[in-house]
């Protein structure tokens, strides 16, 4: 006899694993594990890269629904570039959080997607929004998101320091990632890390086999 499935309910794909990002002096760093999941249970991709450019020296991770989320840059790439045309200089790291901050805002009860901005302008220079789900925009030192930043908030409260270095920085995130990716099921893969500062933008993979160890693993 054929089953069916009683649940009429359709999980989608999820990239809510583990995104941080954290200011150094002179610029800031952003960073995700590599994993998309659904329901939270089943890993659908080990190869996904969350770290997203949307101008020149400004980069979000974004956490939630894949299609929302990517959706929604989208359409504040779009807002960008034609904010930078208008205004004949590149956007401001606030500007392109108020984008994604308005994008998730107005469609609160359609979309499920947040997004940690990170960036470095003439203005103000390196800075870290947090986008939630609702469309909430908060200004921060650091923040962590996703299912595995629940393992390493004492880790983050007891590491992260003002004013540390690009390499002290580029240690933490890694090490803050490590850790998640050790204890969450559904965190993994390898850790991508982008280094804004005002010289440019660094790009830095990290193998799995390569992250730091830590406990029993």
């Given amino acids: ?8 309910r359709v999980k989608g794909v999820s990239t809510g694993t583990t995104i941080l990002a954290a200011i150094f002096d002179g610029g800031v760093v952003i960073g995700s594990d590599s994993r998309a999941s659904i329901g939270g249970e089943y890993v659908s991709s080990k190869t996904i890269n969350k770290v997203i450019q949307v101008h020149d020296r400004i980069f979000c991770c974004i956490a ?6 990517q959706a929604v840059i989208k359409a ?14 590149p956007p401001q790291v606030i500007a392109a959080a108020s984008v994604l901050k308005d994008l998730c805002y107005k469609n609160k009860d359609e979309l499920q997607a947040g997004f940690l901005t990170a960036g470095w302008d003439k203005k103000n220079g390196p800075q870290v929004y947090v986008v939630s789900l609702g469309g909430m925009l908060i200004s921060q030192q650091v923040t962590i998101g996703g299912s595995g930043s629940t393992f390493i908030y004492g880790y983050v409260d007891a590491k992260y320091k003002p004013n540390m270095t690009k390499a002290e ?25 982008v280094v804004i500062t005002e010289k440019g933008v660094e790009h830095v993979v990290v193998p799995g086999d390569k992250l730091p160890r830590f406990h029993d693993e």
Wanted: hydrophobic share 45%; aromatic share 6%.
């Fill in 64 to 69: 939630g629904s894949l299609a929302d989320a």
């Fill in 76 to 89: 504040a790439k779009f807002h960008l570039s034609f904010h930078s045309v208008q205004m004949e200089s």
């Fill in 169 to 193: 920085c580029l240690q933490f995130a890694t090490n803050a990632l490590a850790l998640a990716m050790g204890r969450d099921n559904v965190s993994g893969g390898v850790a991508h890390l």
């Fill in 1 to 8: 006899m054929e089953k069916h499935c009683t649940d009429s």
